[in-house]
């Protein structure tokens, strides 16, 4: 069983910055991919960034130059560091961690429709969330 713990959302100015981080524990597969999804009220979950296990980072074109994705293997721990913050990211954040069914998967799923996503990714876990706001 794997658990993902999400931390550090807040409340911040629009330009600000927030720094998420998301701490797992239990048998993580070697082939993970982690993700980082978000999810603004009345709409649905979509992708924001992911990391493939060979440390290739993908973004959404709506965080792109913004946000960075990064992890700690060592302390089992994905981060995300938003700088330049909109009052548009304002959303709960999500972590998320899963084997892609196939090659290139990793990457596709910041863009992908959060229905395929759930459906097509394999042992698949999320976090509990942590609500970002931004205000103008």
């Known amino acids: 069983q794997v658990q993902l713990v999400e931390s550090g959302g807040g409340s911040v100015q629009a330009g600000g910055s927030l720094r998420l981080s998301c701490a797992a524990s239990?048998?993580?597969?070697?082939?993970?991919?982690m993700a980082w999804f978000r999810q603004a009220p009345g709409k649905e979950r979509e992708g924001a960034a992911s990391?493939?296990?060979?440390?290739?980072?993908s973004y959404a074109d709506s965080v792109k130059g913004r946000f960075t994705i990064s992890q700690d293997n060592a302390k089992n721990t994905l981060y995300l560091q938003m700088n330049s913050l909109k009052p548009e990211d304002t959303a709960m954040y999500y972590c998320?961690?899963?084997?892609?069914?196939?090659?290139?998967?990793?990457?596709?799923?910041?863009?992908?429709?959060?229905?395929?996503?759930?459906?097509?990714?394999?042992?698949?876990?999320w976090g509990q969330g942590t609500q970002v706001t931004v205000s103008s």
């Open positions: 998320a961690a899963f084997v892609p069914p196939r090659p290139r998967y990793c990457s596709e799923v910041v863009d992908m429709p959060p229905r395929e996503m759930m459906a097509t990714a394999h042992f698949l876990y």
């Open positions: 239990g048998y993580i597969y070697s082939s993970n991919c």
């Open positions: 990391i493939d296990i060979d440390g290739t980072t």
